[in-house]
T-cell receptor, first 114, second 111 residues
Framework: SQTIHQWPATLVQPVGSPLSLECTVE??????LYWYRQAAGRGLQLLFY??????ISSEVPQNLSASRPQDRQFILSSKKLLLSDSGFYLC?????????????FGEGSWLTVV | QKEVEQDPGPLSVPEGAIVSLNCTYS??????FMWYRQYSRKGPELLMY????GNKEDGRFTAQVDKSSKYISLFIRDSQPSDSATYLC???????????FGGGTRVLVKP
């Protein structure tokens, strides 16, 4: 099965500063990749998904953007952070071969905007 | 109304008891059902994956799907303190489709 690596694990950023969260995938090729946000005590909100290099779909309008420069690399960015961007960000991947309907998550990145 | 409803808990049980979790959903098109376990400040990990109606057992875990009632369940037998976590249900309409998650149920197993 695939392994999802995310970094940084924790970060505290001031309002108006830029953001870059990185995600890489091992153990598979050409996966579908996802960025989720989980607010405290709430479920997972899908932010972006990608079916291939350079192909990004946005689920909700927001202050964030995503890019996929390589097959197994997915980046979440912001030019200017808002307080409301605080939360737990999870990268996830779905292997298109085999049991392609299950997704696997990384360990997450905790973002606090102050 | 949310597509997938899940009681947030917390659900507190003594060690060794059976933990019973469930989700209800409104869209009859969902056919693939999953349960994830999430420890505090960690990413969710897949526990169970089932297709359509029926039961599936894996060790101490049993997943049930009742599509006629739009209701899915997860049972944890002989619960351990290490089972203390948040349990998320998820479902999709077809293989490869996006997953819709419940809000999660927090479980506390007390020694």
């Amino acid at each position: 099965s695939q392994t999802i690596h995310q970094w940084p694990a924790t970060l505290v950023q001031p309002v108006g500063s830029p953001l870059s969260l990185e995600c890489t995938v091992e153990g598979t090729s050409n996966p579908n990749l996802y960025w989720y946000r989980q607010a405290a005590g709430r479920g997972l909100q899908l932010l972006f998904y990608s079916v291939g290099i350079g192909q990004i779909s946005s689920e909700v309008p927001q202050n964030l953007s995503a890019s996929r420069p390589q097959d197994r690399q997915f980046i979440l960015s912001s030019k200017k952070l808002l307080l409301s961007d605080s939360g737990f960000y999870l990268c996830a991947g779905r292997d298109r071969a085999g049991s392609g309907n299950t997704i696997y998550f990384g360990e997450g990145s905790w973002l606090t905007v102050v | 109304q949310k597509e997938v409803e899940q009681d947030p808990g917390p659900l507190s049980v003594p060690e060794g008891a059976i933990v019973s979790l469930n989700c209800t959903y409104s869209n009859s098109a969902f056919q693939y059902f999953m349960w994830y376990r999430q420890y505090s400040r960690k990413g969710p990990e897949l526990l169970m994956y089932t297709y359509s109606s029926g039961n599936k057992e894996d060790g101490r875990f049993t997943a049930q799907v009742d599509k006629s009632s739009k209701y899915i369940s997860l049972f944890i037998r002989d619960s351990q303190p290490s089972d203390s976590a948040t349990y998320l249900c998820a479902m999709s309409k077809a293989a490869g489709n996006k997953l819709t998650f419940g809000g999660g149920t927090r479980v506390l197993v007390k020694p």
